[in-house]
Every structure is written in structure tokens, then in C-alpha cells.
């Protein structure tokens, strides 16, 4: 476990870390954000931020403004890349499937079956990486964590934490791809991840998913209306879902925005609020 | 005169804009943010910002999170390129010298006079490219200015505000080259674009202007007390010069922070702040 990056910012350490991970058998590397509570000794809730496709760790710690309203709150932030990398590793020239597309889901299929275990690192083994590069660091916790993301990462974000009921005390995301079985981003990496069993789909896609929840967590989803990928994200759906059987769920529709970090960074205060008011109320 | 890229950003409209440069005779792109103020038809002050080194237009408007600022004091927000490009503009292999690195001059020597005249696009070309597209857009200023930048743009916004009085109405840096004369970075480049003649160079170099500087002009400068460039920017060379003569200025020391876009995010807010009262006193 290495330390590759660190800076001071807005009161804190915005640092980057890089581990061997046995879930994908690759080297990955985290974003990891220490607000000043953190440093002075405070034990904060761990907040993880899922990106979207082509992303690395660096787009959200660099362009998305998270860090001013985590030293607010006293949250730690934690954001790893998007799939395993190498040269070593299968991938795809297409921007939508492979290096930089893992779909936060454990493929079963050929050739991505080996190191494609998206979820596996996120709900188990990063907690894990991150609870040991704390305690070196003399860092607390409160036991507490919360996970969001966009697009891509928005889909991990809700599967997620719908898949692993307790694991995660708050939820949110930015433009999701709330129904991937039914869009082609989804139909693409979950065929060739998956396989061509349908049913199989089903489990990762948050649509489907919320009818079986086991809890409710509150879903706060910002979407952007003038996003040039609305119609593989489609949010009436997973409204039309939760309404459906009383899942709490907020849509704000913004218009004007469109899928990028302009739109993230706009609303970014917002939605770190709700994580906090979640993440720091009595567990 | 084109428009590249347009997105939602606090309420206003981060662009970027690309046009022909009379004064490099290239394309040049500037990026351009329209508080929400500007769009409701208020008269807004301009703010501009010059970036260091390497940096293109991009930096400046992915990194520093200054739209949340300049929506919430009604600033519009320009910054544009670092040099000329371009496969027939002269270039050098090093990162601090010819592309990226026009350092706010207007070059006498060859190969670099031609189109190196950063000086003359800022200051004279600049303010009319950015009235003509925001009357384009029926977007009105309040005919006042202000101008900031970071280490080599933290150098150009001192030079041009103490070569320029009247131009603009507030001044300040994040970890500016303050007296290029003295340190490696400025010597390599001033030898280059302006000649062998040390006198031409003092002419831009911020400490050397302060003695006989037309008008007190209050100067902001943050600085990282851990940044892996201190020696090339030396604030205290600026401190004493103000002293010396009762130049207002006010250094900020910031101990932890380096020389990247955390540390200038961090302090952006205190720096909108500041140009924000000057910007909207009366004038």
C-alpha cells in the first residue's frame, strides 16, 4: 500500500493511494479525501464516490469541488477507479466496455470473469484498504459509510447499496443509469460481464431492484435535462418503481445541465448535505 | 468568433470560446463564465484569470471551482490560453518555454515576436473579443475589471495591472513569480522573448515595478509554504518592495498547501471575495 499523491486542501489531505487488490488481481488506485476533523482526531463517516465510464480516481477528486463541503461536514471521501488496468488485462477499444467500464458487478463470463470483480472490491475489499491506510495514518472512523456516484457510478451507487442492505447508511447519484437491462450501455457490458441470461441482469439493475428491497433507504437523484445521454439513464422509471411500493425517493430535474462535472460540481453541495445528515445521525 | 463548448454551471453558463487573434496570428481559446446575474440581464463586472505554466484554457475552468463564487457575486469569469499553439508557431521542447509559457509579454526576439504577444491579446485584444461575444448574447458588464492568476498568470496579472493603471480596478495571485528577473524560470524565458538586455526585463518583473507604480493598486497573494516552487516565486521580494514603499498588499502564507490547483481552490472564495469588493464598490 502506497501513498502516490498528497495535497493539502480546504483544510484537509486530498491524497491518492495504490494497493494490489485480490479482487481484481491488479494494482488500483483510490482517491482518498481526510477533512480537517479527520486530521484533528474526530472519528467521520466514509463517504465513496463511484465514477462513470472512462473515468479514473482523478476526475472526481479534480473537477467535482466535493472537498470544501467534506472539511464542512467532516466527512471522509473515498474514490476508487472505475475497473481494473493493464496490459495484462482484457479490454475493449470501445469506451463502453472493459478498462474504464467495470459496471461496479462481478463478471462470470470470458475473458472478464479473472479480474472484472467491481463489486467484490467495492463493498469488501475497499473498506478493508481503507480502514488499514486510516489506521497508519491515525485516522478514525464512526462505523458509518455512504456511497454515491454518476452515471456509471450513480448504477453502483444504487445497486449497491440495495444488494448489501447495512452496509451503507446514505445513498445518492448523479444522472444513474437506473435500468441498465433496458439501454444499450447496459445491455452491451451486461451481455458480454453477465452473459445472455436476462435474469441474471436483473440483479444489478436498480429498477428491478427496488421492488424486493429490504430497506428503504432514502435515494436522492439529481439528473440533468439537458443531458445528451438521457435516454440511457431515464429516471421516471426508478421514480415510477419507488412510487410504486413507498421507497423513499427524491428527482430533482435540473434544466439546463447536461452529464458533466459542470452539472456534478453544481449540486455537489446538496447532495453531500443529505449524505451528512444521514451519515451523522445517532446510528 | 465560434462558441466550443457551452454547459449549466451554478445557475449561469461555463463556455469556451475560439477566435482568430490579430494579436498572435493563431486561434485563440478563452473560457468564459456567465453568472447567473449576467443571464437575468444585470451589468456585471469582468474577472480575468491567467494560468501558469503547461496550462491551457481547461485548467483554469475544470480545477479551481470558481463558477460558485462568481455566481454568487456576480462576477463573469474569462480565462484564456497560456500562448499561442499551433504546428507553425515557434516551440521549444521544454515545458517552460514557447507553447504554454507565453508568460504575458510581448516577445521582440526572434523566432518568438510574432506571435508571442501575450501582453497585447490580455490587455487590448481580449476585453474586445469578450464585449463582442457577450453583447453577442445580450450579456452587459459594468465597465469595471479585475485580473488574477496563478504562478506564471499569478506574474502576468501583477505586470499587467502595475504596467497597465486604470485597467483594471483589482489585482491578486496564488503563488506568483514575482521578480522573474532573479529566479531561473524568468531569466530562461525573458532572455528568450525579450533579449540579453536585463533593463528591457525589469519592465516586467513585479518587484521592479512597484517603486514606480502610477497607483496603489491593494495586491492579494496567497502563497503554499510547502510549494515544490517556492524558489522560483519568492514573496517576500514583493513583501519588502510594498513596504518599502507603502504599496497595500497582503500575503497570505499557507502552510501545508503546494503549488497545485487544491491549493488555489482551497483559497479561491477569499479571492473572489476580494475582487468582488473592489469589482462592485463604487467606481
Not at 471522509?76 to 482484457?90: E, F
Not at 458487478?105 to 472490491?121: D, G, L, S
Not at 432514502?218 to 415510477?240: C, M, R, T
Not at 434544466?255 to 446510528?283: Q, R, T, V, W
Request: charged share 15%; aromatic share 10%.
Amino acid at each position: 500500500m502506497e501513498r502516490t499523491e498528497h495535497h493539502a486542501s480546504f483544510g484537509g489531505r486530498q491524497e491518492v493511494w495504490q494497493h494490489a487488490s485480490r479482487s481484481t488481481g491488479t494494482p488500483m488506485k483510490l482517491g482518498v479525501y481526510l477533512p480537517p476533523a479527520a486530521l484533528k482526531g474526530e472519528a467521520c463517516p466514509v463517504l465513496y464516490w463511484l465514477s462513470g465510464l472512462t473515468c479514473t480516481e482523478q476526475n472526481f477528486i479534480t473537477k467535482a469541488g466535493a472537498q470544501q463541503f467534506a472539511a464542512e461536514h467532516g466527512l471522509i471521501l473515498i474514490a476508487p477507479d472505475t475497473s481494473p488496468r493493464g496490459d495484462d488485462v482484457p479490454n475493449d477499444p470501445a469506451y463502453d466496455l472493459g478498462q474504464g467500464a467495470g459496471f461496479y458487478v462481478n463478471a462470470t463470463q470470458a475473458p472478464w470473469a479473472t479480474n472484472f470483480r467491481m463489486e467484490e472490491y467495492v463493498v469488501h475489499e475497499l473498506p478493508e484498504v481503507v480502514a488499514a491506510l486510516l489506521q497508519q495514518q491515525g485516522v478514525k472512523t464512526s462505523g458509518r459509510q455512504g456511497i454515491f456516484g454518476h452515471s456509471m457510478g450513480g448504477h453502483g451507487a444504487l445497486t449497491l447499496a440495495l444488494r448489501h442492505p447495512g452496509a451503507y447508511q446514505s445513498v445518492s447519484a448523479f444522472a444513474p443509469i437506473v435500468a441498465p437491462s433496458a439501454v444499450p450501455w447496459g445491455q452491451k457490458v451486461f451481455t458480454a460481464y453477465l452473459g445472455e441470461d436476462r435474469t441474471q441482469w436483473l440483479a444489478h439493475d436498480t429498477v428491478a431492484l427496488i421492488p424486493g428491497a429490504k430497506e428503504r433507504l432514502p435515494i436522492l437523484v439529481d439528473q440533468g435535462a439537458d443531458d445528451e445521454f438521457l435516454s440511457q439513464l431515464q429516471p421516471e422509471l426508478l421514480k415510477a418503481a419507488c412510487e410504486q411500493v413507498g421507497h423513499p425517493f427524491t428527482l430533482n430535474m435540473r434544466p439546463g445541465y447536461d452529464h458533466s462535472y459542470y452539472f456534478i460540481a453544481s449540486f455537489m453541495g446538496e447532495h453531500m448535505a443529505h449524505h451528512a445528515a444521514a451519515l451523522k445521525a445517532a446510528g
